[in-house]
Every structure is written in structure tokens, then in C-alpha cells.
């Protein structure tokens, strides 16, 4: 049986990022992936798969998973600014490493979100809520800014626009950074069974190959949810069209109107997704491709489609992610989160790994944000 410090369960953006911190002080790590490096499984894609769609389509967001005003609500203003600054921090963070490693994987177009006459008042507080928590660098679009961006009219009054958002190949920068961390892996390899010991931890591979960890990270996201957080991660379906549409590469953009979409055009093809929020322990319901497709052409005029897809993706039951340490021998580590819109907050809580095993001494700041993202908050409540 093959022994190691740290075997790292998903191979996706998560994973690839724990690898990486792990790596970079020489921690003796196994990542295992289900399917391939960065693209998920094919029997069920997860939600930074990217076979059947362009490249550039994650987003690397310095936001809220939902409106600011919700979030307050339910976290308080303190905790809303530790995760504003959390947001912002891991996408720096991220940037950095992308441009280190291959500054083509990376695009720095920004990101919109845009709302249309039902919700454009809403979207004028939300904007004055986030200059409220120290976003100054963002900047406010009229409808005039949003058409001469598209090229055509469009049911959008207003935006948000935050110019140091971006872009990423998710599926390139996975397979960059675990190459640089050096830390050896297996693909097409699933997680079979984990048995925890008081000094180990046992994992039981698809290959038959028995691994001895002192700790294991589950950085699976929605595709593999151990007992301990069954109720607190929401695995959901996701839903992406993609179609022909010529012109400039634009910022990923966000509806804030009574239905979630999100979309970038990308070397003359438009990736659109939404009609997220369906839960993926039910099959995938193709209508929603079509609901994508009727909407796209209703603002963005009919176009080729190239491909549709669907996958899984994850969110928390508050909207928070996940990185902590969560049974009872304190083998099994946990990241996760919403990884459509948390790219930034994932990567962060990725680089709080090493402190989180005890592998490295954290920082008051670091020390804060991983009490945000522990466990316990859902112990006091």
C-alpha cells in the first residue's frame, strides 16, 4: 500500500489548487481524479468540465453568489466585507498564478451584471452596497454603454461593471498548476470507499490500489458528498449553450433579473448558461437547453448553435464555501462551494489548506477567513 501525507480526491480547479499550495512547501501528495485533469467526469461532468464548450468560459468573480442585500441578511455586514475581501484576495491570487504559469489561460476583460426594467432600481443599490464595503474601482453602465458593448439593442437598463474581473481555460489551468506543484496523479480513478483511523486514513481506489493518507481532501464539489455534510452541499444541474456569434471578445456578464444567466462571447462564439438550481439527484431536463437557446435569441438575435451541455456544480445551503476539517478523527478535509461564481473564494480557501492540516502556520487574516468558511457556523446555528 502507498503511503502519503495528503491524497487530494478531484482533480478539478479546487483540487489542482490544493495540490499546488501543498506542493509548494513539499508536502508528499497523490491527487486522484475521476475522470480527466480539469474536465471532470464524461459519465457526469462536473461544473468546470469544459469538452463541449470554449475555453475561456469560467469566471473569476470578486462578488456575491446572490444580491449583497440577501447576504447581509444573512451573515451581517462583517462577515459580507470578510468575504468581499476574500473574493477579492483569491482572485488576485489566482490571477497571479495563472500569469506566472501560462498567461495564456487567463483574460482580463472584467465582468458585468446588468438588469432590465423590473430589477434596475434593485441593481442601483446593489451598486451602492458594494462601494459601501470598499469596492471603489467599480463602475456604473447605463444602457447606452451596455448596447455599444453588444452591438444591438437589448432589454438591459443598467450594470455593474468590475474591471478587474476575468476569464479563465479552467481545464489549461488545472493541468498547468498541478504540473508545477509537481505532485504526482492518477486520472480516470474514483474514490471507492475511505475508511478513517484515529492516526490514518484508508482510501479505497477504482484501480485497486489501497492508499495509507494522514489526511485526505475531498475537492469533489457536488460529484462525491461524504456523510458528514449531507445537507449542507446542494449538487445542482447547470445548463450551457453555445452558438456563433461574431464580434469582440466581451466580459462575462450576469442577468440581475427574475432568472439567472450568465454569458461571454469569446472568439466569435457566445457561451450562455443558466436555468441553474435544479437538483441533480433527478435527471437533467433537456427543456431548459431550449429555454437557453429562446432566450438567446431573444437578445442576441438566432445564431449556429455549436453545442449544449450540461453539468453539475455545487452550492452551500448558505451560499458560503466549505474549508475545514469535518469528521470525527480530523482525517477528512472538505473544499467546496459554488465553483460558477466562487472560482476567487475557492482559490483562496484552497491556499488555507496547509494551515487548515496544520502544515503551516496561518496568519490573523487568514485565521479569520477560515473561521468564515469553517464547518462549526452550522454547528451554532
Known amino acids: 500500500m502507498k503511503k502519503v501525507q495528503v491524497l487530494i480526491i478531484g482533480g478539478g480547479v479546487s483540487g489542482a489548487s490544493v495540490a499546488f499550495h501543498l506542493g509548494k512547501i513539499n508536502i508528499n501528495c497523490l491527487l486522484i481524479e475521476a475522470g480527466n485533469i480539469g474536465r471532470g467526469c464524461e459519465d457526469k461532468l ?6 463541449k464548450i470554449l475555453r475561456h468560459s469560467k469566471m ?10 440577501n447576504f447581509i441578511e444573512k451573515h451581517g455586514i462583517k462577515n459580507a466585507t470578510n468575504y468581499l475581501e476574500m473574493s477579492v484576495k483569491g482572485s488576485e491570487l489566482q490571477k497571479t498564478i495563472a500569469k506566472k504559469i501560462n498567461p495564456f489561460v487567463i483574460r482580463e476583460y472584467g465582468s458585468l451584471i446588468v438588469a432590465d426594467k423590473s430589477r434596475s432600481k434593485k441593481l442601483l443599490e446593489e451598486f451602492k452596497l ?3 464595503l470598499g469596492m471603489d474601482n467599480i463602475i456604473y453602465k447605463s444602457k447606452e454603454d451596455i448596447v455599444s458593448l453588444y452591438g444591438k439593442d437589448c432589454n438591459f437598463i443598467n450594470g455593474i461593471f468590475f474591471p478587474k474581473d476575468a476569464l479563465i481555460d479552467s481545464e489549461s489551468y488545472a493541468k498547468e498548476i498541478i504540473s508545477c506543484s509537481k505532485i504526482p496523479f492518477l486520472e480516470n480513478t474514483k474514490l471507492l ?3 478513517e483511523n484515529k492516526n490514518n486514513i484508508l482510501a479505497f481506489l477504482s484501480n ?20 458528514e455534510i449531507k445537507g449542507l452541499i446542494k449538487p445542482c444541474w447547470s445548463y450551457i449553450v453555445c452558438s456563433e456569434n461574431k464580434g469582440i471578445n466581451t466580459s462575462n456578464a450576469i442577468s440581475f433579473t427574475n432568472s439567472y444567466h450568465d454569458w461571454t462571447r469569446q472568439d466569435n462564439i457566445l457561451r450562455l448558461s443558466g436555468e441553474d438550481g435544479h437538483p441533480a439527484n433527478r435527471k437533467p431536463n433537456m427543456n431548459y437547453i431550449k429555454k437557453l437557446v429562446d432566450w438567446s435569441d431573444k437578445e442576441f438575435g438566432k445564431n449556429n448553435i455549436l453545442t449544449n451541455h450540461f453539468g453539475v456544480y455545487a452550492e452551500t445551503i448558505d451560499e458560503l464555501p466549505i474549508a475545514d476539517i469535518i469528521s470525527k478523527n480530523k482525517r477528512i478535509c472538505y473544499i467546496g462551494g459554488c465553483n460558477a461564481q466562487g472560482q476567487a473564494t475557492l482559490s483562496y480557501a484552497a491556499s488555507l489548506i496547509s494551515g ?9 487574516q487568514q485565521r479569520k477567513i477560515a473561521r468564515l468558511l469553517s464547518i462549526k457556523r452550522f454547528i451554532k446555528k
Open 46 to 51: 462536473s461544473g468546470t468540465a469544459v469538452p
Open 60 to 69: 473569476i468573480l470578486t462578488g456575491f453568489p446572490s444580491n449583497i442585500k
Open 130 to 132: 458594494y462601494k459601501k
Open 193 to 195: 470507499k475511505l475508511k
Open 208 to 227: 485497486n490500489e489501497t492508499i495509507i493518507a494522514d489526511f485526505v481532501v475531498l475537492a469533489t464539489n457536488g460529484l462525491f458528498i461524504p456523510n
Open 356 to 364: 487548515i492540516l496544520g502544515y503551516e502556520k496561518m496568519n490573523s
